[in-house]
């Protein structure tokens, strides 16, 4: 169960009895939620997700392709927050659940700085296109759904788990409350607080006085608290620029630790500026089969395609959890609906150039916020399709300010632990692999993976093989080629 929202002032909403036609198509009332709180979730996962338009493009842009062509950074930002605007109000119409997504980051810089290399960029993208493909193909017949049947509930709740505990990593090393130790390989340990342990710059301060006060806030259960926590981040932000003439973290190439993270907190000098779509359509699905052989393709959309299929299936196993919308089986309203969208997006972002679109974990900021119909993600849409047009205003809010709700949603988050059996070892010993390796490996994946191969592994070593799913089996298959994949790849290529 997760931490309810405080109630609205006004009537209460009456699940047996929409309001209007609205009311009704997307649940607001069946799911106890308001337009008021929608609208706020809305705001706070585009500002969790808005940096997405500025990174993507500085990952993807700062690659070269085997021809030694570059993407365009203008045109990578529009094209990112077109594609990400466009999938989020799919995903709100068609499955009525509030997922945003955007590019994937890990699957960017895979894209990026392995495949590209390798190829034309427009191969590259067509190898993307690819996947979602295949991915919606999966959906279609109705595999993908079957497959996430198939992971027992607990399971599923380490997931939701170790996502909490994800979140909080990037929230804390986004902001630069965590770093890794300059020089880790001759230390005892490979992280600590802050600059040589300690909080010795202006944008981590921020990010503290940020936290506290949205804590503050959700402990007195305030409407709005981690929007509120996020904008009144960003205004001490901006005032700390101004007065203090911080800057970014990377000045001129040379790096600056006291600096803001990505985004610097500054009024731009412009506001309206037109969008660049000149790499839309830019991809190609065959020439990279016939340009390095069809292993090096194939190898490249199995990753793709394994990591794609199962950080969605735990990014909507978390959303859920958090908004209390899970049924007995661990499963969302529409589960097939969320899982098609994310396959189209996937598509759709290698026919943009911005790379594989995905289910953003971020989204939980919303849903903390009270979130739980697709009326969320029109207001989270609009927002990246307006912020084509207003990337520079977008670029307001640093790391440092829209950090501090990942910290608070990945508590909320994690609160569903006490519902695992940890005197079931059977069970618990999977549920902690997956919760701990999300976080400590980077990746949902890895955490799934570990936990879905653990858990056959037990259940055969228990004599107890016919408890487990016929398709679990073929799933932990798979994720041992994943993991294996290195090996693989360094034997055949």
């Keep these: 169960m997760s931490i309810a929202p405080p109630p609205d002032h006004g009537t209460p909403p009456d699940p047996a009895h929409p309001r209007n036609a609205f009311d009704r198509y997307f649940e607001i009332s069946a799911r106890r939620s308001t337009t008021g709180r929608e609208i706020r979730g ?37 094209a990112t927050a077109l594609v990400a605007g466009l999938m989020t109000i799919l995903m709100g119409v068609v499955a009525r659940f509030p997922i945003a997504l955007a590019a994937g980051l890990g699957v960017n810089a895979l894209v990026a700085f392995e495949i590209a290399p390798q190829m034309t960029w427009a191969d590259a993208m067509g190898l993307v296109v690819i996947e979602g493909v295949l991915i919606g193909i999966l959906v279609l017949t109705g595999l993908r759904t079957a497959v996430f049947r198939s992971v027992p509930t607990q399971l599923k709740t380490a997931i939701g ?33 802050g600059i040589n342990g300690k909080i010795v710059s202006w944008p981590m301060l921020v990010f503290v006085v940020g936290l506290l006060i949205t804590v503050v806030l959700v402990v007195r259960r305030v409407r709005g608290a981690i929007l509120i926590g996020i904008l009144a981040s960003t205004v001490l932000a901006v005032v700390v620029e101004a007065i203090g003439n911080i800057g970014p973290s990377f000045v001129d190439g040379k790096p600056n630790p006291k600096g803001w993270a ?5 009024l731009p000098k412009q506001v309206v500026d037109l969008p660049d779509l000149s790499l ?13 052989g069809w292993l090096v393709p194939l190898m490249f959309v199995f990753t793709l395609l394994i990591t794609d299929f199962f950080d969605t299936m735990g990014t909507m196993v978390a959303i859920g959890q958090e908004g209390d919308m899970l049924d007995e089986q661990g499963t969302p309203p529409r589960a097939k609906e969320i899982l098609l969208v994310d396959s189209i997006a996937a598509a759709a972002g290698g026919a943009a150039s911005v790379s594989s679109n ?23 849409g609009v927002l990246f399709l307006l912020a084509m047009f207003l990337a520079p205003l977008s670029a307001i809010v640093p790391f440092e300010a829209a950090s501090t709700a990942l910290v608070v949603v990945g508590f909320l988050m994690m609160t569903a632990v006490r519902t695992i059996d940890w ?28 936990g879905v191969i653990s858990y056959v592994l037990v259940k055969l070593a228990k004599g107890k093989a016919r408890e487990v799913h016929p398709l679990l089996y073929g799933v932990a298959a798979l994720f041992i080629l994943y993991f294996l994949r290195g090996p693989i790849e360094s034997v055949l290529l």
């Design 42 to 78: 809305g705001f706070a996962t585009f500002f969790t997700m808005a940096y997405i338009v500025v990174l993507n493009p500085l990952i993807l842009g700062g690659a070269e392709d085997a021809d030694g062509r570059t993407l365009a950074i203008p045109a990578l930002a529009a």
């Design 161 to 193: 788990v170790g996502i909490g505990l994800f979140l909080t990593i990037i929230g804390l090393v986004d902001a630069g409350f965590v770093r890794r130790v300059p020089d880790a390989a001759n230390s005892t340990v490979p992280v600590g607080l």
């Design 262 to 266: 990505l985004n610097v907190p500054e």
């Design 423 to 450: 005197t079931d070892y059977e069970i618990a010993i999977p549920a902690f692999l997956t919760i701990v390796l999300m976080p400590f490996t980077y990746s949902i994946s890895n955490g799934i993976g570990a």
């Design 358 to 380: 995905t289910s953003y974990i971020e989204s939980a900021a919303g849903v903390g916020e009270g979130a739980r119909t697709g009326v969320a993600n029109l207001v989270t």
């Design 280 to 292: 839309l359509g830019n991809f190609n699905v065959l020439d990279s089969w016939t340009r390095v």
